[in-house]
């Protein structure tokens, strides 16, 4: 399985792609589009742009955002069973998961997002918790940081590929990378002795990372700082100590 997939390489990855139980992730240019969840919840957050997402008893004015790094998001969930439309002009990440209940649409706007800076010295970050634990959703779980230019994220380095409630849970995990100049670069590392794996990549705006298992430490080159949205889905169900980045 091929867990970096560059920009231009991938546009949606689905259960059986990635070769796990649940997450499905995608980013997407949209002007008009239909659909509906089906068995599946939505998490759909405005990378840049403005849009509409409208459905039976909802009408969600998205934006504008001038993009992640100028602006707080504006995120959308859609519970299962839903039909929706959307109409702008935005780029959006959707990430979604089959689940069991059917629980309400909800559009969590800027200011209601909360904004943590983590960590200390050159692990300095900021966190900004979306679709977080206490949040009504049922498997997914959604986060964007943004890492300052030479510094670290996701650490120390942690992992969530056991059951081992409250420490640590079961996760799949996508890292979706955004850059504010072409140049830019960071780097991802993957390891897990468990699974013989240690690899370390280097990555760019638009790439994507699967993490179905292991420690996954992430550092920003110097010159540019770095974003990446993390979208999640739980095996089982998630606490929050499973949401360290």
Known sequence: M?????AGEWSTITPSDAGWRYLTFGVERVATVEGETGSEEFVLVLLEGACTISGDGFAFELGPRAGVFEQLPWTVYLPRDTPYRIEGDAELAIASAPVERRLE????????????????????RQINNMIQPGFPAERLLVVEVLTPSGSWSSYPPHKHDEERPPDEVKLEEVYYYRAPAEPAFAFQRLYSPQHDVDETWAVRGGDVVLVPYGYHPFTAAPGYDFYYLNALAAIEWWSPASAFR
Do not use: F, S, Y
């Open 2 to 6: 091929k867990l970096h997939r560059r």
């Open 105 to 124: 649409p909800i559009l969590q706007r800027p200011e209601e997002v909360e904004v943590e800076v983590r960590g200390a010295g050159n692990a300095t």
